[in-house]
């Protein structure tokens, strides 16, 4: 799995460019109370279950419909300068005063990881997003890790994850999994894409928590 990515974040005080959401000035982020996770710890096969005081879903969400569409169309406008520059990039999607769905501006990570300012109630937020880069033999990174799923979880989101080899996939809360909102180059993909067949041939239409840990 890609190494360290998540959402959880330690002392950010930049508000981001292009959004009216208002971060707090610095956020250190810990298990308790905000988040508390019961159960086997990562890694050992069985997902573990999470309660939450920090509820950031808002009263209109969008369809995931929509917001699959919405999702799709931004990252892949991401995608060529993420690649390129061998980084990822990472933002929240959030419902405007208007109704209308918008994106904060992105913010650049590093190879293999992203930090942003921790979401709020009443921000109108309703999923992350982040780009998965350029490809690396080094990871897996054709699919969301379960620090992904687990750092939406954490903050009772959704989000949304795009991969080198171009899928979008869809980290659902309701269902604790993630879903390819749409498969293989339906996005921009890396021109140095390499598909290795054992690889192609696990990556699954859906997986959940457990499933990423085996």
Request: glycine residues 8%; negative net charge; contains cysteine.
């Amino acid at each position: 799995m890609r190494a360290f990515k998540s959402l959880l974040i330690l002392a950010l005080a930049t508000s981001v460019a292009g959004c009216d959401i208002d971060y707090p000035d610095t956020f250190a982020y810990t298990p308790s109370p905000q988040a508390v996770i019961d159960g086997p710890k990562p890694g050992l096969g069985t997902a573990p279950t999470y309660t939450s005081s920090v509820p950031v879903a808002v009263a209109n969400m969008p369809s995931d419909a929509a917001a699959a569409s919405f999702a799709r169309s931004f990252l892949n406008q991401l995608q060529p300068r993420s690649i390129a520059e061998r980084r990822e990039y990472c933002g929240y999607f959030y419902v405007d005063g208007a109704g209308q769905i918008a994106a904060t501006a992105p913010r650049a990570g590093t190879m293999a990881s992203c930090s942003m300012p921790a979401p709020r109630p009443g921000q109108g937020i309703f999923a992350s997003y982040h780009t998965h880069g350029a490809y690396d033999r080094g990871y897996d990174n054709e699919v969301p890790s379960s620090n992904d799923l687990e750092s939406d979880f954490m903050f009772n989101m959704d989000g949304y994850v795009s991969t080198p080899g171009g899928r979008v996939w869809h980290v659902d809360l309701g269902s604790r999994t993630t879903s390819q909102v749409c498969g293989r180059g339906c996005v921009y993909d890396d021109p140095g894409y390499v598909t290795i067949p054992q690889d192609e041939a696990s990556i699954q239409q859906r997986f959940s928590l457990a499933e990423l840990y085996r």
